[in-house]
């Protein structure tokens, strides 16, 4: 059952971000009362569209007087449910819910949600590029491009493909996807859970809660929390389990002699391994995820092949930038967690000299030991403060090396690096020490390397 947003006039959004600004949006056009505030200063591009649009708005703080006021409140995914403000909110009863669960409430299209700690981003693009070849009116959503918000306010479709955060998902109550992928589960964030991985993970497993019988729960059968969860736990959608290690009797995908197997009402869909688009472990993984989605739709084996075959990923994730004196660079500035650096490092069979830190979210390096001890052969700490890279690669790694910006990085790099090794920016933390984003993050690296 959808949330019904029908009956609430007077609305109130928190934050100003892609979020708050879509849920802004989309309430105007529907012909709501709109104040937007937002508790830090609201960027330009988006202060520019709340003037253009005519929206009141303050910035810089709250006044819990006017909130207050609201008979519903939209509340963007990056404040966390203590605050202040929400708090105030729940105690005088006024109803506080996310810009996807408002948005959802209206539109009947066919909603296909995607999450999981890695590979969300890519395996919902990917999804939407399948889905787009085969002719399909699909809007892919959410933390990848437009806010749903945003894009249902210029159009409604017949589908839409949402990537969907930890944050964006711990702010569902009623929100009801006919389709639900869960990719992986393994730390990150952290300190928005204060330190606690199972409450971690309990926000991504929530992605089943509101799922019936007639919907479809695509997963991956490697991950262990997940697979353990599943087991204590009952869901009511059909499951389809994907998987690198183990032959499936059931519907889903397997590899097996080097080719993925997809197979969905009987029908059965193979490819090789060096036939899909996005290479290495990771990549299989979103690749039979997002096959396994598309089956589920019907689209034409010629068409699926296709489009696995000729995606192109999306930047920052793994993202070839050039070949400077026999050394490749890749832009993995998306990878904000331990984990994301892991897959990034394992697809690399040369040396590598690995750019990594920023912004630390509680991570465990521990996992990574393994990897760097075979695969880097040089660190560079790209942030603010590194003493905790330091202790953990300081033994392991020789040289490692400080630079406080992405220009310095990539020149100490081109340094240290020689003919045939990889200069892998991958930091593993969050960008906001020394950058706005990881997109700021890896545009500088990009164009440091081109610089060359």
């Given at each position: 059952?959808?949330?019904?947003?029908?009956?609430?006039?007077?609305?109130?959004?928190?934050?100003?971000?892609?979020?708050g600004l879509g849920a802004a949006v989309l309430a105007q056009k529907m012909g709501r009362k709109v104040f937007v505030s937002d508790f830090g200063q609201i960027a330009k591009p988006f202060k520019r569209q709340l003037d253009q649009g005519g929206f009141s708005y303050e910035?810089?703080?709250?006044n819990l007087e006017r909130i207050l006021l609201a008979d519903l409140i939209i509340k963007s995914p990056g404040i966390p449910e203590q605050a202040p403000v929400v708090m105030a909110a729940k105690e005088h009863n006024i109803p506080v819910i996310s810009e996807i669960e408002?948005?959802?409430?209206?539109?009947?299209?066919?909603?296909?949600?995607?999450?999981?700690?890695?590979?969300?981003?890519?395996?919902?693009?990917?999804?939407?590029?399948?889905?787009?070849?085969?002719?399909?009116?699909?809007?892919?959503?959410?933390?990848?491009?437009?806010?749903?918000?945003?894009?249902?306010?210029?159009?409604?479709?017949?589908?839409?493909?949402?990537?969907?955060?930890?944050?964006?998902?711990?702010?569902?109550?009623?929100?009801?996807?006919?389709?639900?992928?869960?990719?992986?589960?393994?730390?990150?964030?952290?300190?928005?859970?204060?330190?606690?991985?199972?409450?971690?993970?309990?926000?991504?497993?929530?992605?089943?809660?509101?799922?019936?019988?007639?919907?479809?729960?695509?997963?991956?059968?490697?991950?262990?929390?997940?697979?353990?969860?599943?087991?204590?736990?009952?869901?009511?959608?059909?499951?389809?389990?994907?998987?690198?290690?183990?032959?499936?009797?059931?519907?889903?995908?397997?590899?097996?002699?080097?080719?993925?197997?997809?197979?969905?009402?009987?029908?059965?869909?193979?490819?090789?391994?060096?036939?899909?688009?996005?290479?290495?472990?990771?990549?299989?993984?979103?690749?039979?995820?997002?096959?396994?989605?598309?089956?589920?739709?019907?689209?034409?084996?010629?068409?699926?092949?296709?489009?696995?075959?000729?995606?192109?990923?999306?930047?920052?994730?793994?993202?070839?930038?050039?070949?400077?004196?026999?050394?490749?660079?890749?832009?993995?500035?998306?990878?904000?967690?331990?984990?994301?650096?892991?897959?990034?490092?394992?697809?690399?069979?040369?040396?590598?000299?690995?750019?990594?830190?920023?912004?630390?979210?509680?991570?465990?390096?521990?996992?990574?030991?393994?990897?760097?001890?075979?695969?880097?052969?040089?660190?560079?700490?790209?942030?603010?403060?590194?003493?905790?890279?330091?202790?953990?690669?300081?033994?392991?790694?020789?040289?490692?090396?400080?630079?406080?910006?992405?220009?310095?990085?990539?020149?100490?790099?081109?340094?240290?690096?020689?003919?045939?090794?990889?200069?892998?920016?991958?930091?593993?933390?969050?960008?906001?020490?020394?950058?706005?984003n990881y997109e700021e993050r890896g545009d500088i690296f990009k164009n440091a390397v081109k610089a060359l």
């Amino acid at each position: 059952m959808k949330f019904s947003a029908n009956k609430y006039q007077e609305i109130v959004v928190l934050g100003a971000g892609e979020s708050g600004l879509g849920a802004a949006v989309l309430a105007q056009k529907m012909g709501r009362k709109v104040f937007v505030s937002d508790f830090g200063q609201i960027a330009k591009p988006f202060k520019r569209q709340l003037d253009q649009g005519g929206f009141s708005y303050e910035e810089g703080g709250h006044n819990l007087e006017r909130i207050l006021l609201a008979d519903l409140i939209i509340k963007s995914p990056g404040i966390p449910e203590q605050a202040p403000v929400v708090m105030a909110a729940k105690e005088h009863n006024i109803p506080v819910i996310s810009e996807i669960e408002y948005a959802a409430s209206f539109t009947d299209a066919f909603l296909i949600s995607i999450t999981g700690t890695n590979g969300k981003t890519t395996t919902t693009a990917l999804t939407g590029h399948i889905m787009k070849h085969a002719g399909l009116d699909v809007c892919v959503a959410g933390n990848i491009g437009k806010s749903f918000a945003a894009a249902l306010a210029e159009s409604d479709h017949d589908y839409f493909v949402l990537e969907l955060s930890s944050f964006q998902l711990d702010g569902l109550v009623a929100f009801h996807p006919n389709m639900a992928i869960l990719l992986n589960i393994t730390p990150d964030h952290l300190d928005r859970y204060n330190n606690s991985f199972d409450a971690y993970a309990q926000s991504k497993l929530s992605i089943t809660k509101n799922l019936t019988a007639s919907d479809a729960f695509i997963y991956n059968a490697d991950d262990p929390i997940i697979s353990k969860w599943l087991d204590a736990n009952k869901i009511a959608a059909k499951k389809y389990p994907f998987s690198l290690r183990n032959i499936l009797a059931e519907e889903g995908a397997f590899l097996e002699n080097g080719k993925i197997h997809i197979t969905i009402n009987k029908q059965i869909f193979h490819m090789t391994l060096e036939q899909l688009a996005l290479q290495g472990k990771h990549n299989a993984y979103n690749s039979m995820a997002a096959g396994v989605a598309s089956k589920l739709l019907d689209i034409r084996k010629e068409s699926l092949k296709q489009s696995l075959s000729d995606f192109q990923n999306i930047a920052h994730r793994l993202e070839f930038v050039a070949n400077v004196h026999g050394i490749a660079y890749y832009n993995d500035s998306k990878a904000t967690s331990v984990n994301a650096t892991w897959y990034a490092l394992e697809t690399f069979n040369r040396p590598v000299v690995w750019i990594a830190g920023g912004q630390d979210k509680g991570n465990d390096y521990s996992s990574l030991i393994p990897t760097v001890k075979q695969k880097v052969k040089a660190l560079i700490c790209l942030g603010a403060d590194n003493s905790k890279l330091i202790q953990v690669f300081g033994e392991l790694i020789e040289p490692i090396v400080e630079v406080s910006s992405a220009e310095e990085a990539v020149m100490v790099a081109s340094m240290l690096a020689t003919n045939g090794d990889v200069v892998l920016l991958s930091p593993a933390c969050a960008s906001f020490d020394l950058f706005k984003n990881y997109e700021e993050r890896g545009d500088i690296f990009k164009n440091a390397v081109k610089a060359l």
